[in-house]
């Protein structure tokens, strides 16, 4: 961000911060360490946002107490909320961090701001969590459109506009983990082993409405409600609500869940009466 002079050239005069706020974070060394909290007084300027606060961390990882100690570590990407990568725990809430703005979650002098990492997935290092479950899960359900692409298909499938646009909103999921991190019956697996009968979660079951939808995608429905009629599957899910709540992309997750559910009923009277 750069100022213009009275002279109407740019400036290079930095920002000036407005206030200081205190960032209390969670850390932990690795997996299986224990963990620890840190405070650190940082000086915001407008319009940041917590990852820049921790960029400025790194550069001064130094704690309230004046007691020096090793940068925090985090993950992110895009920083415009598309990727899903830098997820954490925000004052007690799930979201991503690029778009947490200090101006309004610590809009006061000595506010303080939480950090921890999402308690759904292992740790890998302070903020920083290993999410390869959902990714696992994803693999389950075959979230993706089988073609072969070594030779001209032709061209695809017309659409309704009102189809477009559903399968628009549940493509915009970033598989971040907001839903799986409020979801009560979403229970945290260290192990791979348990991955495969544990529940899946909203995130996968909308992802599965949208490959069913998809006018090439749909060959493999049968096999993605074979798999959600499973342990794991969509019967595991309470109807909690959470995770249409704390959705960034505000996807209608529980419309999702409720579609999966009436699709897999649907299919399971079918393969009884096929003797399948």
């Not at 740790?123 to 359900?141: H, N, S």
């Not at 559903?166 to 979403?186: D, F, I």
């Not at 409600?225 to 995770?243: E, H, I, P, T």
């Amino acid at each position: 961000m750069s100022n213009t002079a009275t002279n109407g050239q740019p400036s290079s005069a930095a920002p000036v911060p407005t206030r200081t706020v205190t960032f209390r974070i969670k850390r932990c060394d690795g997996p299986g360490q224990p963990t620890r909290w840190e405070d650190f007084k940082v000086p915001v300027v407008p319009s940041s946002n917590v990852i820049s606060c921790l960029n400025w961390i790194a550069e001064h990882p130094v704690t309230a107490s004046g007691q020096q100690t090793t940068p925090v570590v985090w993950d992110c990407s895009c920083l415009e909320e598309v990727c899903g990568a830098c997820t954490m725990v925000i004052n007690g809430k799930a979201r991503q961090s690029c778009s947490c703005l200090i101006d309004q979650e610590a809009p006061r002098e000595g506010d303080v701001i939480t950090l921890e990492p999402m308690s759904k997935f292992p740790v890998v290092r302070d903020l920083w969590v290993d999410r390869q479950r959902l990714f696992k899960g994803l693999e389950k359900i075959k979230a993706w459109v089988p073609i072969d692409g070594t030779y001209n298909l032709g061209a695809g499938p017309k659409e309704e506009p009102d189809d477009q646009q559903m399968r628009y909103t549940l493509s915009t999921c970033m598989s971040c983990g907001c839903c799986l991190e409020a979801c009560p019956q979403y229970h945290k697996e260290e192990q791979e082993a348990d991955w495969e009968n544990a529940f899946v979660g909203a995130a996968v079951l909308s992802q599965a409405r949208l490959f069913n939808a998809h006018p090439n995608g749909k060959v493999l429905e049968g096999e993605r409600l074979d798999a959600l009629l499973g342990v794991g599957g969509v019967n595991d899910c309470g109807n909690a609500q959470n995770c249409v709540k704390v959705c960034p992309k505000e996807i209608p997750l529980t419309e999702s869940i409720a579609a999966i559910g009436r699709a897999a009923t649907v299919h399971a009277i079918g393969r009884f009466f096929r003797g399948k």
